[in-house]
């Protein structure tokens, strides 16, 4: 017997184009809520604009100098830089992404079957898309085409309750990040599911791909509540 999906049965929440700054306030916020109660929420958004985010391993020297020519660069590209106390070293988040912040109360789920579920989600809809990924759930954990990223996963527990999520390349400009060291790597290419060949603008696809994603994991298990928002 296979365990039962984590997401499936929980409120989806699309808030459209947000600062990264404030949806991460929400996020934590929303998970400060939910302490001692049994329902989660997942919290799904664009960024409006681009955002170099330090995980933990950034706070260790040995990580600061990894990144630190990185940190630099943001700087000089007028890319905002800022601590997102989750798990991992430096990503970026950028317009064409679509974050995906779940905030899921005690009993603390199985972080790896977390995992897992995000980025089979992320590689349906690559797959929804006509892109064939390949899922890492070991060294470079993440959904690949060839040597490009499309999705990265970064979570946090705190006081038994799981915060943060995953981020997913749609439309996103690959000049952003160009140059960067980006979750453990030297020049990390990112690559986006779903091109300029659907017709769609790039803010279209965000949505659209929040929506498909939204309702393939919540067929996975028990129906669950997509709801349009904005913050």
Known sequence: MTDAPILAGLPWHWHGILPFERALVANLDLAAQLRGTETGAVLMFEPERPVLTLGRRAAKPEGRRTIASTIAACERR???VMDADRGGL??????GQLVVFVALPPPTPSIPRLVAELLEGARALAGECGVDASLDLCRDVGLWRDASKLASVGL???DRVVLHGMSINIAIDPTFSAGLTLCGHDA??????QPHVTGLTAQEAVADAAIYLARHLRMRGAAGASTRSHA
């Open 78 to 80: 007028g890319i905002a």
């Open 90 to 95: 430096a990503t970026l988040h950028a317009p």
């Open 188 to 193: 990390l290419d990112f690559a986006s599911i």
């Open 156 to 158: 946090r527990i705190r």
